[in-house]
């Protein structure tokens, strides 16, 4: 017999609620009455209206032999990256290009492996090559903001602002996109406006915090990651794939609103501008699961999840 | 042709050096005459004092049929669990065990896939199953603490440790080692002391920092963590490995100190108690590399990497 109830580490199940919340859902009891509550209650008492469907025409669908991997974009943060990458994905641009680089604790890039030869490169139709760099951006006061009770080590303000970890000064008036993990950019070359996102990254280790700032983010990947980051690590420097038969190929990249109906991936993300994510938040910072015996009182903006589920059907409204 | 050159991001190689320090330091150019050196530059400019060896009688060799993951443990941390994690290796208990939970951004997971079931279960000989827990210890004059400028969202103040990632807390006395990449520590269900490192993890994502001092950390992987982190995700529920033929075997874990001489991984570990060191962290602190637009100015403890080489011969002293 091989089953058997494995309880040690049981608030870990909630790491990866970003990516099988409805487990943790179907799991979750009723709401305590306790002064912190779990993620899981929260999440259980959450309204209809807690929750955001994706929005098709901000979707990515990155497809690999594996299965699909969901990109958010963030036009809020990099309205021109985020236009530049459905331009590309609508004309084709990264059909059949490629995993290219798999670094342990940092990273996972595509692009076009032969984009270092000119000859062989291949050409952009309608998308651009490079964009003015979306570092940061102004604060106003249409685009939403929720702190986190305590800075961090890097920004005097972090929070979340339509789903995506961010951070603001309000000294200097802006506010960015951080780099935790999922999050992805577009690589660049010495010159800051030398990205535009048809060679992109995916943070898959620990958050690179010194690179915020200093690269665009455009959006954040909401499912399918474990479809990168088990990949195997570059055995090139900085972990890119040094022989061809390494690479990964990429079937396609599509913007979900092009994709039939019946083909997409209907997924809801919980709002992060509501009182249950407030709530979440809170329950991060003091986890009260009977395992542990320290909490931390505290929490790091990468270590609050953002959780996605399936869309209900109308069957289930 | 495939080969060309890949600029962008290059600093970013210097997050593997964990792994490859070896060309790092061969690329590394004179010191800078600079204020702020680069950590290759440093690393070129370190004496052979600023390395220690790693001790035989010190190191796990954790060996899978892709090759090796080398341990250090942390006596002075967890003398208890250390200890008993020798007498495990010494007594074979580990030696055709497996690999039994792999959960993205979060722990990679190794003990008895039978250990839920007492009649299937391997018993343990010479080694103990739990262990008082060793979530911290009192500060004194003979452990080694090189302090971060500034501490972090989880603790006040946070440093490193003869080599590992630790934080302290002055007014309480006390002192731990933290959840950062890569750190090894002792499973445990509900209850406290119920660990021993019978079954342990490896930290493989984002530092889940809200379990420091909630389990027993031991050691650290300072080589071979790409055998753990490439591994499919589990599909059971919390990332373990719902089927028998998902595990992944175990060949052996042996002390180094067993282990002859000539099959022996010997490596060097930069002393973390040196001023080589501190200007290292400076060097992360304040990044200079030429693609820097904005360099933070800070740096958080999990971003600084305590670099790895292999052990220099005789004949290059």
Not at 9 to 22: Q, S
Request: glycine residues 8%; neutral net charge; proline residues 8%.
């Amino acid at each position: 017999m091989f089953s058997h109830v494995w309880r040690w580490m049981i608030h870990g199940f909630f790491a990866v609620c970003l990516l099988v919340p409805t487990v943790l859902i179907g799991q979750a009891g009723e709401p305590s009455e306790r002064k912190f509550p779990t993620m899981a209650e929260i999440l259980a008492a959450a309204e209809p209206g807690d929750w955001r469907p994706l929005d098709p025409e901000n979707t990515l669908y990155l497809e690999l032999a594996a299965g699909r991997v969901i990109i958010e974009l963030a036009p809020d943060f990099a309205p021109r990256h985020s236009a530049n990458l459905k331009a590309l994905a609508r004309e084709g641009y990264f059909d059949g290009l490629a995993i290219i680089r798999v670094q342990d604790n940092y990273v996972v890039q595509w692009g076009d492996p032969k984009a270092g030869d000119p000859q062989a490169a291949r050409k952009i139709q309608r998308g651009q090559k490079t964009l003015p760099a979306e570092f940061e951006r102004t604060i106003d006061d249409k685009t939403p903001f929720t702190p986190l009770p305590e800075g961090d080590v890097y920004a005097p303000e972090v929070g979340f602002s339509n789903g995506f970890p961010a951070a603001r000064d309000t000294k200097s008036g802006v506010m960015w996109l951080v780099h935790c993990y999922g999050m992805v950019g577009a690589g660049r070359d010495n010159a800051k406006d030398s990205g535009g996102g048809a060679e992109s990254y995916v943070v898959s280790g620990h958050a690179p915090r010194h690179l915020d700032r200093n690269v665009t983010l455009f959006g954040r990947v909401i499912q399918g990651m474990e479809l990168l980051t088990a990949l195997p690590r570059g055995r090139g420097v900085m972990g890119f794939y040094d022989e061809r038969d390494q690479l990964v190929p990429i079937r396609r990249i599509r913007v979900a609103a092009d994709v039939p109906a019946a083909e997409r991936t209907d997924l809801e993300v919980l709002r992060t501008d509501t009182d249950a994510f407030r709530r979440l938040i809170e329950s991060r910072r003091n986890r009260r699961d009977e395992w542990f015996v320290f909490p931390a009182g505290r929490v790091e903006l990468c270590n609050v999840p953002v959780p996605v589920r399936q869309k209900s059907g109308p069957e289930s409204k």
